[in-house]
């Protein structure tokens, strides 16, 4: 599955990774979307394998998942350009 995660700070992701988010108590992790929502910002395609990401499912009715930065680091990624 193809998930994106949109941002302002691209060069420090590229740089050091993907970092957990921790403004969403309980859930920590990286806030990804299943389509590249906010043109004009820098965003990440990763490719997320079916199961994995339904575990990490956190609302349903807005397809957003909530996914570890340690697990986004080891999957394939890509820099999309609009």
């Known amino acids: 599955m ?3 995660h ?3 700070a691209g060069d420090e992701l590229e740089r ?3 970092l957990d988010s921790f403004l969403a108590e309980p859930k920590h ?3 990804l979307s ?3 929502a906010q043109i004009g910002m820098f965003t990440i395609e990763v490719d997320v394998p079916d199961d994995l990401a339904a575990a990490y499912l956190a609302d349903a009715r807005t397809r957003e998942w909530c996914i ?3 697990v986004l680091n ?3 990624r890509r820099r ?3």
């Open 29 to 31: 992790g990286v806030f």
């Open 80 to 82: 999309v350009i609009d």
């Open 68 to 70: 570890p930065a340690e």
């Open 2 to 4: 193809k998930l994106y």
């Open 34 to 36: 299943d389509r590249p």
């Open 16 to 18: 050091e990774g993907f």
């Open 74 to 76: 080891i999957m394939p």
């Open 6 to 8: 949109c941002t302002d």
